[in-house]
């Protein structure tokens, strides 16, 4: 089994998202002590933002781009190849007003790319990134439990959506709530709770994997 393990808050050790994200990978390390591991620091070093030239290149045929659309390309060209060779996505997941942190949609931007991780037949949209396992560990500064403030939440349905469409029909959100705006003793409880369903997910996938 391959891990690509990524991070995505800026807050470096401060960050919760980090620390439950890692204490996954130990987990299952600890019971598999073969893993493979990929670390990809998207707070420390994000992915450059697509360009025109990107673009082009993209929607370019292969065998037709020239030397400067294949170099603009090449950094994407590493992601997408690191995302095909993991077989499980463990990602540390802030909340950044209510969506994705920004590293990450740019991720998104440099990795979904056609050719590469879906294509189009017809009319018809095929993900490439297929029998893979996803797992986002979501921190969230406020209760999300409220019916008021259920609606705010624009991370979910766009993770949901934009992993379906390139074949990660497979995400399980560990959403961990909340961390920020609460008692003490409301946080240690989320986050003691998000720590078991972790320890659980740990056991389902090693269960799969030697199954």
Known sequence: ???????????????????????????????????????????????????ALFIEGNYTSPERRTPEMIAELAASDKLIGRLHDADVYVIGMPMYNFTVPSNFKVFIDNVVRTGMTFRI??????????????????????????????????????LKTIFAFIGLDDAQFIDVFPVKFSSEEVREKAIAAARQTISACVRELCALVGA
């Open 1 to 51: 089994m391959k891990v690509l393990h990524i991070d995505c808050s800026v807050r470096n050790e401060a960050s919760l998202s980090r620390q439950l994200s890692g204490f996954f990978v130990t987990e299952l390390r600890n019971k598999e002590p073969g893993l493979a591991l990929d670390y990809l620091d998207l707070g420390a070093a994000a992915p450059d933002h697509v360009s």
């Open 121 to 158: 037949q017809g009319m018809v949209s095929e993900g490439l990134l297929v029998n893979k396992k996803v797992y986002v560990i979501n921190t969230r500064g406020v209760d999300f439990s409220h019916e008021a403030i259920k609606p705010m939440d624009q991370l979910v349905p766009y």
